[in-house]
T-cell receptor
């Protein structure tokens, strides 16, 4: 299993500013994922952040807007840059602490971001 | 591509009622299927999973059977309680392959369940 500490839990930010979200895991994990959950919508994968390599972004998400760091096997950050009201969402990090298709994914509590 | 279609909510039931939340999927090959639950104010938690056709996942009185012939993974509970009020997400695990995204989940839109006493 894995316990994830994600912070901040919520924030209200001015448009044009940036926010960095942190995820700390209580064990070493190779795979870490960042998701976005827009109001009333499902979770959408932003990027996969594996330690030792560049993050891989999904279609519609770019590094300049959502830079990710993964300095070690227990920590990652996601920055939401140059924010606009459309970035208001819940952002979640997730880890899969094991190999194979059947391994359970664990999630942080989420960061509720409101951009005004 | 891979996708999950889930019954839209919200769903409101009385305590002890029978619950079904429909979930169908589109995927190449043989994905693993999951139900996650998000209780008010809490993070996502795994409720149950099934990794191959005809597997039945079960937990806390909830059940779901992996039906490859109908590409479905419907969630059921015979008698819901007020404490089951939450948002339920159906999800599938993408194929493991080198490069690109590996092992992430693809989610349905979520179904909000409210159970009244």
């Amino acid at each position: 299993s894995a316990v994830i500490s994600q912070k901040p839990s919520r924030d209200i930010c001015q448009r044009g500013t940036s926010l960095t979200i942190q995820c700390q895991v209580d064990s070493q994990v190779t795979m870490m994922f960042w998701y976005r959950q827009q109001p009333g919508q499902s979770l959408t994968l932003i990027a996969t952040a594996n330690q030792g390599s560049e993050a891989t972004y999904e279609s519609g998400f770019v590094i300049d807007k959502f830079p990710i760091s993964r300095p070690n096997l227990t920590f990652s950050t996601l920055t939401v840059s140059n924010m606009s009201p459309e970035d208001s969402s819940i952002y979640l990090c997730s880890v899969v602490p094991g190999q194979g298709m059947n391994t359970e994914a664990f999630f942080g509590q989420g960061t509720r971001l409101t951009v005004v | 591509g891979n996708s999950v279609t889930q019954m839209e909510g919200p769903v409101t039931l009385s305590e002890e009622a029978f619950l079904t939340i429909n979930c169908t999927y589109t995927a190449t090959g043989y994905p693993s299927l999951f139900w996650y639950v998000q209780y008010p104010g809490e993070g996502l938690q795994l409720l149950l999973k099934a990794t191959k056709a005809d597997d039945k996942g079960s937990n806390k009185g909830f059940e779901a059977t992996y039906r490859k012939e109908t590409t479905s993974f419907h969630l059921e509970k015979g008698s819901v309680q007020v404490s089951d009020s939450a948002v339920y997400f159906c999800a599938l695990r993408r194929y493991w392959f080198p490069g690109g995204s590996q092992g992430n989940l693809i989610f349905g839109k979520g179904t909000k369940l409210s159970v009244k006493p």
